[in-house]
């Protein structure tokens, strides 16, 4: 069972938004904005995609919005595009005990 | 560019061992903390272990802790994960992936990972 609580699946049509929880608790995303995403197309590597929250790498489209509210953090997909079908994993930093700890992962769907 | 290509997996019985290589290229691999990561099958991401970059500090998630050992060659570019005492849940994707030296928690370049079943 993952530390971090993800929808199994979310899915919009092309140019719409949609929006992916990671719920976890106050020892993980409560405590620390040390939040991360990762998209993943099967096969693939995953890839990194919000670090810090709500910060994105170099490269990555500003249509991918991180955020934060007490120990739920959300990635917002906005304007989708059928590249976006993919697992998106969620990542929160966790303490020294537990280090890290992942979201069992959602599947973007884009009808 | 930067590259990580694991390697080493495979169909292996319970209790037995097994080691995990990931080559790196594209980047000053011996500037780097490397993170394993697993998944199982039809499950979320686990962190398995982390080796600073010189690899003078390891540490380990609670499930292989004492079974699961990381260490790096960084002569070769090369990140190693030693399995022994293999057990069934211990089946899984597994993914080497790059953190930033000033920021641990992030996996900021990852390989497509190499694939471990145990089983009798």
């Known amino acids: 069972q993952s530390a971090l609580t993800q929808p199994r699946s979310v899915s919009g049509s092309p140019g719409q938004s949609v929006a992916i929880s990671c719920t976890g608790t106050?020892?993980?995303?409560?405590?620390?904005?040390?939040v991360s995403w990762y998209q993943h197309h099967p096969g693939e590597a995953p890839r990194f995609i919000i670090f810090?929250?709500?910060k994105r790498p170099s490269g990555v489209p500003d249509r991918f919005f991180g955020s934060k509210s007490g120990n739920t953090a959300t990635l917002t997909i906005s304007g989708l595009q059928p590249e976006d079908e993919a697992d998106y994993f969620c990542c929160s930093y966790a303490g020294i005990n537990t280090l890290y700890v992942f979201g069992s992962g959602t599947k973007v769907t884009v009808l | 560019q930067v590259r990580l290509v694991e390697s080493g997996g495979g169909v292996v019985q319970p209790e037995r061992s097994l080691r995990l290589s990931c080559a790196a290229s594209g980047f000053n691999f011996n500037h780097y903390p490397m993170h394993w990561v697993r998944q199982a099958p039809g499950k979320g991401l686990e962190w398995v272990a982390i080796i600073s970059y010189d690899g003078s500090e390891k540490y380990y998630s609670a499930s292989v802790r004492g079974r699961f050992y990381i260490s790096r060659d960084n002569s070769r570019n090369i990140l190693n994960l030693q399995m022994n005492s293999l057990r069934p849940d211990d089946t899984a994707l597994y993914f080497c992936?790059?953190?930033?030296?000033?920021?641990?928690?992030?996996?900021?370049?990852w390989g497509p990972g190499t694939l471990v079943t145990v089983s009798s």
């Open positions: 106050d020892s993980d995303i409560g405590n620390y904005d040390f």
């Open positions: 992936a790059r953190a930033p030296n000033s920021a641990w928690h992030d996996f900021d370049s």
């Open positions: 810090d929250v709500n």
